[in-house]
């Protein structure tokens, strides 16, 4: 690891505690569509997290916030590139999650309340 991999590492398992308690309060939202578990390849459901609706759905989550941090304090795009390109079909959740924070970034309302508008990029 060199710095820039600490920081993301850092940050990204920040970003878990942040998400977790919200999801948990919306699990409503997206519950009803842990059907498409379906379409997480077996390498992703290997890992015992990601195994679940909820950790798939939270791991997703923290990835898009990972983008969205990465593209203010990496403008050349490294490690949004990366997830993006390398991530798309295995977490298909975090592109969808990552355009619907962009709003955020513009928004005024509660992170916790806007929430509900990209967990509605569940299809």
């Known amino acids: 690891y060199n710095d820039l991999d600490w920081a993301q590492t850092i940050r990204h398992e920040y970003h878990h505690s942040l998400v977790a308690p919200l999801?948990?309060?919306?699990?409503?939202?997206?519950?009803d569509k842990?059907?498409?578990?379906?379409?997480?390849?077996?390498?992703?459901?290997?890992?015992?997290?990601?195994?679940?609706?909820?950790?798939?759905?939270d791991e997703s989550l923290v990835q898009a916030l990972d983008i969205r941090?990465?593209?203010?304090?990496?403008?050349g795009g490294g490690l949004s590139a990366w997830l993006l390109a390398g991530r798309r079909q295995e977490f298909f959740l975090t592109e969808p999650f990552a355009e619907g924070l962009k709003g955020y970034e513009v928004s005024t309302v509660p992170f916790e309340e806007y929430l509900t508008q990209v967990l509605a990029a569940i299809r």
């Not at 290997?46 to 950790?55: C, D, K, N, Q, V």
């Open 69 to 75: 941090v990465g593209a203010t304090y990496d403008p």
């Open 23 to 31: 999801l948990e309060k919306k699990k409503a939202l997206f519950m």
């Open 34 to 57: 842990a059907s498409l578990m379906a379409r997480v390849p077996d390498r992703v459901k290997a890992i015992p997290f990601y195994r679940t609706w909820e950790g798939f759905v």
